[in-house]
T-cell receptor
């Protein structure tokens, strides 16, 4: 058990749909992260939250919208996605920024 | 099942010493990718290298070198003449080639370079 749970595990959606990815951590951590992992690219950091405040946004298109309602939950809201957005989306958490990260199993997203 | 083991939880060395971080993996796939990432105190993961399972050549990049040995399922990472800025957590990871639905990370090795 990783302590970081992501749902759903798989998601297939059309380009006009709106969906959300959910991440929940039971580790008492204060920092949470969204990463994108494509088949042929290394991991890309998308967003970082610390104490529910966004501290980093790595030039991610606005069709990805994160939300961190509390320190245990992190969402990634998706709308009007493109085929190139198909990837594995990983959530991670750490006790504080700079501390070791614990990863969830990821959500595999396929855009039709 | 796929698995990545980084047996060294934490390592401390004095600056200018060489240090090797171990990574042992398990997979039944014949085609896969291996990665090393660095996580500095700022928190984000920094990509260091990706190695295809068919390419067993060792690679050197400045003070960094990687030793991929399929026979022992290991992909070790050596830092030569370590510097304080190398202090970080280092993650080894494994993914199946041409599939983005699964990447397995090791638990990481925290490296302290002492001045």
């Amino acid at each position: 058990e990783t302590g970081v749970t992501q749902t759903p595990r798989h998601l297939v959606m059309g380009m006009t749909n709106k969906k959300s990815l959910k991440c929940e951590q039971h580790l008492g951590h204060n920092a949470m992260y969204w990463y994108k992992q494509s088949a042929k690219k290394p991991l890309e950091l998308m967003f970082v939250y610390s104490l529910e405040e966004r501290v980093e946004n790595n030039s991610v298109p606005s069709r990805f919208s994160p939300e961190c309602p509390n320190s245990s939950h992190l969402f990634l809201h998706l709308h009007t996605l493109q085929p190139e957005d198909s990837a594995l989306y990983l959530c991670a958490s750490s006790s504080w920024i700079g501390k070791p990260q614990h990863f969830g199993d990821g959500t595999r997203l396929s855009i039709l | 099942a796929q698995k990545v083991t980084q047996a060294q939880t934490e390592i401390s060395v004095v600056e200018k010493e060489d240090v090797t971080l171990d990574c042992v993996y398990e997979t039944r796939d014949t085609t896969y990718y291996l990665f090393w990432y660095k996580q500095p105190p700022s928190g984000e993961l920094v990509f260091l290298i990706r190695r295809n399972s068919f390419d067993e050549q060792n690679e050197i990049s400045g003070r960094y070198s990687w030793n991929f040995q399929k026979s022992t399922s290991s992909f070790n990472f050596t830092i030569t003449a370590s510097q304080v800025v190398d202090s970080a957590v280092y993650f080894c990871a494994l993914s199946e080639a041409n599939r983005d639905d699964k990447i397995i990370f090791g638990k990481g090795t925290r490296l302290h370079i002492l001045p």
